[in-house]
């Protein structure tokens, strides 16, 4: 089954701005919205954003989504070294019927 | 609060069957629909099924189409996932997560249970 497609690996320091890209197709995230999740070491993956843009109550307003097209992108702007973490985007497929999950990318805060 | 607990991870051969379970509370479990994930070790999220909140409404990932069988029982509030055929490409760890309501062709998740343990070997 075809992934979307992150960049394995971001970095960035408490003053910068890290860009996350998940590239998919018009049956994936052309058509569905994307969800982004979090994943801290040895731990079960949270919920970060859903609806594209939109942030589950409890996660900070250094973290946002955006979709256009076929491309959505996850930023955190001023990252903390709590942010250290496995990304992954997930969008809805209509012609696989079933979620497709990005390879993941690791985030590393300088 | 939401709480999502699997059980009946362990140690497997290949070809063999196990049954997973997820034990939910904290809230209307009838009134959302539910996803199986799983994790290889050391590997990304993959997706593996997701059952409607009124539970005929089912789909699979390629994968484990025509093995795996996702199932619930809304008066237990459990989740199930009947793993038959078993590989040792299927071990992982298997996490069940809840998706943002009754909604089914969705990639939301927003909770997620700690998941439990398959290994596949010989």
């Known amino acids: 089954q075809s992934v979307l497609t992150q960049p394995p690996s971001a970095s960035g320091t408490p003053g910068q701005k890290v860009t996350i890209s998940c590239s998919g197709s018009?049956?994936?995230?052309?058509?569905?919205?994307v969800n982004w999740y979090q994943q801290l070491p040895g731990t079960a993956p949270k919920l970060l954003i859903y609806?594209?843009?939109q942030r589950p109550s409890g996660v900070p307003g250094r973290f946002s989504g955006s979709k256009s097209g076929t491309s959505a992108s996850l930023a955190i702007s001023g990252p903390q070294s709590e942010d250290e973490a496995d990304y992954y985007c997930?969008?809805?497929?209509?012609?696989?019927?079933?979620?497709?999950f990005g390879g993941g990318t690791k985030v590393t805060v300088l | 609060q939401v709480q999502l607990v699997e059980s009946g991870g362990g140690v497997v051969q290949p070809g063999a069957s196990l049954r997973l379970s997820c034990a939910a509370s904290g809230f209307t479990f009838d009134s959302y629909s539910m996803h199986w994930v799983r994790q290889a070790p050391g590997k990304g999220l993959e997706w593996v099924a997701i059952i409607a909140y009124y539970g005929s409404d089912i789909h699979y990932a390629e994968s484990v189409k025509g093995r795996f069988a996702i199932s619930r029982d809304n008066s237990k509030n459990t989740l199930y996932l009947q793993m038959n055929s078993l590989r040792p490409g299927d071990t992982a760890v298997y996490y069940c997560a809840r998706a943002g309501g009754v909604e089914v062709e969705t990639a939301r998740g927003d909770y997620w249970g700690q998941g439990t343990l398959v290994t596949v070997s010989s």
């Open positions: 609806s594209n843009n």
């Open positions: 997930a969008a809805w497929d209509d012609s696989l019927k079933g979620v497709l």
């Open positions: 018009s049956s994936n995230i052309g058509s569905n919205t």
